[in-house]
């Protein structure tokens, strides 16, 4: 193809990524930058100097990564045991791990209010079994956002990984098993620096989807635990502040792209120590 239509074929896209995507950045960025002051990071300093907003902060980088971290502990096994079934069980498999995302994320974390709750599911069973001797407070805590979060992005990282690890050799498994690799070495040395590009892919969505999700930590969390999405949410909608909500907006934005970038940095070096050895 020639290189005059191959622009041709990617201008529409390119097109809609620029009116639908940058186009409104700009528009939120814009006025962060406009706050009659001659420093026009002001609105910037302002919000980054007062310790409730660190705090908020703090608690949704805290949030995002406990639940990338536990997302991919438990995925990793599950999606290991399914890559390697036979097609018709794999796919089977893969559908009922997909199930729960055709159900709305409002009803999905209801369902964990009435499971968390002081007179849940979990409070019930601790009871009865004379493990606690009152409920214990679950909901309403970075404990229930957690869990939601991890229970929301779960069939996301399972499905991330499942493609990697179909594409595993399993010849060089075995050659290590018959050289001596213990079965953790194997795991350690062999099958994880193959998943580099599914492990990464997997974090990304999980981490990303974690640090911008609202409904989650709006219905699990309430309005003692805020993270960023619903400060901002606060700010827009109910005091009407919009302009510290783009700068809420754009710092998330930002923080967002970092980590992300520092996870990519991380998985490149993981994969090139796997190549040298």
């Not at 407070?137 to 779960?154: A, D, V």
Request: charged fraction near 10%; glycine fraction near 6%.
């Amino acid at each position: 193809m020639r290189k005059s239509s191959a622009f041709w074929l990617i201008l529409p896209a390119l097109l809609g990524v620029l009116l639908f995507v940058f186009y409104p950045l700009f528009q939120i960025a814009i006025p962060t930058f406009h706050s009659g002051s001659a420093n026009i990071f002001s609105l910037y300093e302002k919000f980054l100097s007062e310790s409730y907003n660190l705090q908020v902060i703090g608690r949704t980088i805290l949030i995002a990564v406990i639940t990338t971290i536990i997302t991919l502990v438990l995925s990793f096994p599950v999606a290991l045991w399914i890559a390697r079934q036979k097609k018709f069980l794999k796919s089977l498999l893969s559908l009922l791990i997909l199930f729960p995302m055709l159900t709305n994320a409002v009803v999905r974390n209801f369902a964990w209010i009435i499971i968390l709750g002081k007179d849940g599911v979990i409070n019930e069973i601790l009871l009865s079994l004379h493990i606690i001797s009152s409920p214990l407070n679950i909901l309403y805590t970075n404990t229930s956002i957690i869990i939601g979060s991890i229970y929301l992005f779960l069939p996301i990282m399972i499905m991330s990984l499942i493609g990697s690890v179909s594409e595993l050799n399993l010849e060089v498994e075995e050659a290590a098993a018959v050289l001596g690799a213990r079965p953790l070495v194997n795991l350690i040395k062999i099958i994880i620096p193959q998943l580099t590009t599914g492990i990464l892919t997997g974090c990304i969505l999980v981490f990303a989807g974690t640090m911008t999700a609202y409904t989650t930590p709006q219905i699990l969390g309430g309005n003692r635990h805020l993270v960023m999405s619903t400060l901002i949410y606060q700010q827009a909608m109910t005091l009407g502040n919009w302009t510290n909500a783009s700068v809420i907006a754009i710092i998330l934005i930002i923080i967002s792209a970092l980590t992300m970038l520092l996870m990519g940095r991380v998985m490149k070096k993981i994969d090139r120590r796997s190549i040298n050895a």
